[in-house]
């Protein structure tokens, strides 16, 4: 599982909260390189050399990094402990309550239900569910990562953040992991506004060439995110069928937000 972390140490006061940007950096670069050399991680992250090895050194005590060979470092076999208690926990609490949502979504419509839960700057995928019929259909592998800017799952997760953390991330968003092309400003605010407007929100290609996906949030009682839902498929079939997939997935998302919310 690769997992990108991205840290806003620029804006950040001196002390221990830029400690932990920093500590965030190199674990995110650790997690996308598999195995880096201290120097390697310094430049990778902007961190004078002296000050990476100190935090190295505190983080292997903990067992979030370990040595590899003579002078790589990897991350440490704690974190495969942290994620899997996440990864059950999110398996019982959100991932169950959804799959038959999801699954009649993927029949009904033919095309891929996706489930994505916000995570600092990007979205996870935490399940998909495929439909079988058609030969041409979109396949989202589990944990994959994209920033929250970019797609329609992420953005639906964006535009219900507490202000502050979404203004961090439109003032600044990440990279496309892929190298695409970026969303401009107006239009990301614009998309964002029409998101709180109308429950729900349609994008193409963002993500993935000839691709378009409709998602809607999964909110809590304090309209806080929990997940996206989303369907998503080859463009010719999705925006030909909006007018049935859209209402669906607002109404799967709601559905899900009851169950989670069941005792």
């Known amino acids: 599982m690769s997992v990108t972390l991205l840290s806003h140490a620029e804006n950040r006061p001196a002390g ?5 940007d920093r500590i965030v950096a190199l ?8 195995e880096l050399p201290p120097s390697a ?31 790589g470092t990897t991350l440490g076999l704690w974190i495969l402990e942290l994620a899997r208690s996440v990864e059950d926990r999110l398996e019982s609490e ?18 891929t239900a996706i489930l994505t839960a916000p995570g600092g700057t ?3 995928c935490l399940a998909s569910v495929e439909s079988d019929q058609h030969a041409m259909r979109l396949s ?18 964006l535009a219900h953040l507490d202000d502050a953390h979404a203004e961090r991330i439109l003032s600044a968003p990440p990279t496309h992991p892929s190298g695409g092309p ?14 709180r407007r109308d429950g729900y929100l349609v994008t193409d290609g963002e993500l993935d060439e000839g691709a378009t996906a409709v998602a809607a949030p999964v909110l809590d009682a304090r309209r806080r995110p929990v997940a996206a839902l989303s369907v ?30 069941a005792p």
């Open 16 to 20: 221990g909260a830029q400690v932990l």
């Open 27 to 34: 674990l995110g670069a650790l997690g996308d390189a598999v």
């Open 41 to 71: 991680l310094a430049e990778r992250c902007d961190l004078p050399p002296s000050t990476t090895y100190r935090l190295l050194a505190d983080l292997e005590q903990h067992g979030l990094v370990t040595r590899a060979g003579r002078r």
């Open 94 to 111: 959100l991932v169950e309550p959804a799959r038959a949502v999801m699954e009649t979504l993927a029949g009904a419509h033919g095309e």
């Open 122 to 124: 990007h979205a996870m």
């Open 140 to 157: 989202y592998d589990r944990w994959r990562t994209a920033p929250m800017h970019l797609g329609a799952s992420g953005k639906v997760l």
């Open 182 to 195: 970026e969303i401009d400003a107006a239009t990301l605010r614009a998309q964002i506004d029409a998101t």
């Open 232 to 261: 998503a498929g080859p463009t010719a079939r999705v925006r030909g069928a909006l007018d049935a997939i859209v209402p669906a997935v607002v109404a799967g998302a709601a559905a899900i937000a009851g169950r989670i919310a």
